[in-house]
């Protein structure tokens, strides 16, 4: 099993620049999240998912969108990218209690 | 929202000293986690406590969820170089999750 990964691992964008961070799992966890981590705060949830076609909103969900339309992937979308939103992401699936983490995206908007 | 104060912020210590770190809640939660954390990698689970009461131990760490189940701490005991880190705990109530700022290990050899 490869676990939870992410691409791409580092990335600039421009101010108003749109992207998607992808998240992939090969586990069959129904449940994944998306984390943003910020020095000094932590890790604060975005949006995350309890099955395909699932979504809902977490701590901090302005700014982004998700969807799942599989078990597998749940990629995590900036429309707009602001500065605000320079930060570490991870992705993680979730089993028995038991969340596991992707090794995340360092984005950065300028 | 439910807010998590993990304290202390930062710790040194010299290798072979014991380690205890906590987390308190305003909330209640229905699980606790600790997680280790190593320079641009994810956070890595090390201990799980699903019951409030619990007390579980994996090697040298051992964690307690508080009975209020507002609170919960982790030791280490006889540190190593290698505990080196940010350890972050993290409170689960039904599907939203709450990361603590977390405590970052020296461990002078």
């Known amino acids: 099993n490869a676990g939870v990964t992410q691409t791409p691992k580092f990335q600039v964008l421009k101010t108003g620049q749109s992207m998607t961070l992808q998240c992939a799992q090969d586990?069959?966890?129904?449940?994944m999240s998306w984390y943003r981590q910020d020095p000094g705060m932590g890790l604060r949830l975005i949006h995350y998912s309890v099955g395909a076609g699932i979504t809902d909103q977490g701590e901090v969900p302005n700014g982004y969108n998700v969807s799942r339309s599989t078990t597998e992937d749940f990629p995590l979308r900036l429309l707009s990218a602001a500065p605000s939103q320079t930060s570490v992401y991870f992705c993680?699936?979730?089993?028995?209690?038991?969340?596991?983490f992707g090794p995340g995206t360092r984005l950065t908007v300028t | 929202g439910q807010q998590l104060n993990q304290s202390p912020q930062s710790m040194f210590i010299q290798e072979g000293e014991d380690v205890s770190m906590n987390c308190t809640s305003s909330?209640?939660?229905?699980?606790w986690l600790w997680y280790k954390q190593d320079p641009g990698e994810g956070p890595v689970l090390l201990i799980a406590l699903y019951k409030a009461g619990e007390l579980t131990s994996n090697g040298r760490l051992t964690a307690q969820f508080g009975i209020t189940r507002k609170d919960s701490f982790l030791n280490i005991s006889a540190s190593i170089p290698s505990d080196v880190g940010i350890y972050f705990c993290a409170g689960q109530w039904n599907n939203d999750m709450r990361f603590g700022a977390g405590t970052r290990l020296t461990v002078k050899p």
């Open positions: 993680a699936s979730l089993a028995g209690g038991e969340q596991y």
């Open positions: 909330s209640i939660f229905n699980t």
């Open positions: 586990m069959n966890h129904e449940y």
